[in-house]
Every structure is written in C-alpha cells, then in structure tokens.
C-alpha cells in the first residue's frame, strides 16, 4: 500500500513538473524564491526566443515556411514587397534631395508615401510590422532609413525616418537583437 501511494506521488509530480514547465531543481524542497524567479525568468526568455524565431522565419521566407499554396504567404510577400517599393521611393527621394538640393533653396521638405500597409491594422496598431521591418533590415538590407507608422488626421501614414535618429518602441530592441543572434550572427 505504502508503494502506491509513493507511485501515485512520484506520478503527481512528474506530471505537475511537465505542466509546469520547470524543471527539476526548481520542486526540490531547499530551493529559494530567488532560483524560482530565475527559473521563470529563464523559461520565459526561451519562450520569447522560440516565438520570435517561429515568426520571423515565416516572414523571412513565408512561401518555404508555410506552403507554396498558402494565401497567407503570398499576403505576407505583397506586403514586403510593398514596403521595399516604399522604401525604394523614399530612398530615391532623399537621395534627389541630397543631390539636387545642396546648394538650392528648393528642396523636398517632406514625403508622404501612400501604402496598402497604412490601412492594415494588423501593422498600424497591432505589433506586426516589426516582422516586415526586420525582413526589410536584413533580407533587403535597407539600413539607410527606418520605417514606422504614424497617424496623422485620422489616418495611418507610411514614414520613414534616418536610421541614426530611430527609436524602438517597447520590446522590439529585443526582438531585434533575438533575429540578429539567431539568423544572421
């Protein structure tokens, strides 16, 4: 009797260890609240780079990721390419404006670059454009200038700003290190 109520425990914790998540040294009986707190931290660091590698590989290339028929690739890759053509005529633009407008008092102030993006939600307000601005960084290495949204009367613009002068906003400094250490290191 004794031997299956230790079986039916050590059955327990097996399971609870798979649910968990944690492994072994974190359900010993000595270990302190700074070691489950590292643990956690740890978990959840592999967690983040496991899904930003998943990701990341779709948009790096969607068609070898998600099947050669998949509608969603092909929505991924218009949508690159449609941000490379942004990037292109912007790019094209200042450089223009280097070269024709050094000694000029003409010159092009400000572009706005109408883009199919600007209208998808998913880009504007919804934490997807990093993936689409990493595939432009390294796959196209566009370096020269950084793209983001802004909003202006209502709507969501396409811009761009020098690369020296670009923030990331909220984690995607660490999305970006993640990609660069993973794919391109």
Known sequence: MTENIQNAISAFSDKLKRI???????LKKDISEDEILEEKIRHSAQALRSNVVNTYRIYKSPFAALGKNSSRAASIEEDE???FEAYSLFAGAMELNINEGKNAATYISRVEIASPL???ACYTVGGQFIWLFLWLYFEKNCRDYFPYFCE???NWELCFK??????????????F???KREFYS
């Open 81 to 83: 390419q449609a941000l």
């Open 177 to 179: 290190e993640i990609v």
């Open 162 to 175: 020098k690369s020296a002068n670009f923030l990331f906003e909220g984690h995607e400094k660490e999305v």
């Open 20 to 26: 968990s998540g944690f492994s072994d040294a974190v």
């Open 152 to 154: 202006r009367e209502k």
């Open 118 to 120: 600007a209208k998808k």
